[in-house]
């Protein structure tokens, strides 16, 4: 690493998708050291090897955001290592109810169209625990652990980024002069939609909570994906264009907006 002083970064669910395109458009900028969170230790140290073979940009850490104990050791290791954050990039996401629709449709072309039974109720439970444990109870926790280093950051403004979704815009859910309402009120994926509604009300309440402290936190929507993230099931863009909005917010100046909910082509409504 060079002698010169660094913004530190932490990304976490980076070592593939979209958190991983995210480090590569964070390369171009020199002086910024980048954290590569991953829930799996081999799987981000081969990322980080991939990026930054010389370990002078990147180095792999593990984190697993469902997991306090992991989010607290990740933060002890920064604190005592590095004495500080700058940036961090909320990105660790998870939407199961894709492996479900796909079963759904396999089951449907296997026996045919078939009335839907009972819903198991736990089953159901399960599925929106496990979606916000990692969407907005595990981007809450990792925000309230690494807070305190946020604090320590020598390169003004400290950032934050919520990697969210266009499709948990109620703004868009609800307005049928849209161009692209049809699209947006579907009733689809409501456990997905909703932990990124929420994650959006996250976004405004940290915005609030650090706006005397002139820092700069925003959430982005990184538009459809072509990442294991989707399983297949639908091709989106190449995730290093769903990445650049995501990179700008990182690298936002003391005059940069804050409290917003934006993609690339400017703000989305909430």
């Known amino acids: 690493m060079t002698t010169e002083p660094r913004t530190i970064v932490l990304i976490t669910g980076a070592n593939q998708g979209i958190g991983y395109a995210v480090a590569q458009g964070l390369l171009a900028y020199k002086s910024y050291f980048i954290l590569l969170g991953s829930r799996d230790a081999s799987r981000g140290a081969k990322a980080a090897n991939e990026l930054d073979p010389t370990g002078e940009f990147i180095q792999s850490i593990t984190i697993d955001v469902a997991d306090d104990a992991s989010i607290q050791q990740a933060a002890d290791l920064v604190e005592s290592k590095y004495g500080r954050l700058d940036v961090l990039i909320n990105n660790a996401g998870i939407n199961t109810e894709i492996d479900i629709m796909i079963e759904q449709h396999k089951k449907q072309r296997e026996e045919g169209a078939s009335q839907p039974g009972k819903v198991d109720l736990a089953q159901q439970r399960k599925l929106f625990r496990d979606v916000y444990d990692v969407n907005l109870f595990g981007a809450a926790m990792v925000t309230e652990a690494f807070t305190p280093l946020l604090e320590k950051s020598t390169s003004a403004p400290a950032r934050i980024v919520f990697v969210s979704s266009h499709t948990g815009s109620l703004g868009l ?9 049809a699209k947006w009120s579907r009733p689809s994926f409501p456990v997905y939609r909703s932990s990124k509604a929420a994650l959006n009300m996250l976004t405004l309440h940290y915005a609030a909570k650090f706006n005397d ?8 929507c990184p538009n459809l994906t072509d990442t294991n993230f989707a399983r297949g099931w639908v091709k989106g863009r190449p995730a290093s264009e769903s990445a650049v909005n995501i990179v700008r917010l990182a690298t936002l100046s003391t005059d940069g907006e804050s409290g917003v909910y934006s993609d690339e082509n400017g703000v989305v409504p909430w």
Request: hydrophobic letters at 30%; zero cysteines; glycine letters at 18%.
């Open 173 to 181: 859910r609800v307005d049928s002069l849209g161009a692209e309402y």
């Open 213 to 220: 402290k002139g820092w700069k936190v925003n959430g982005s």
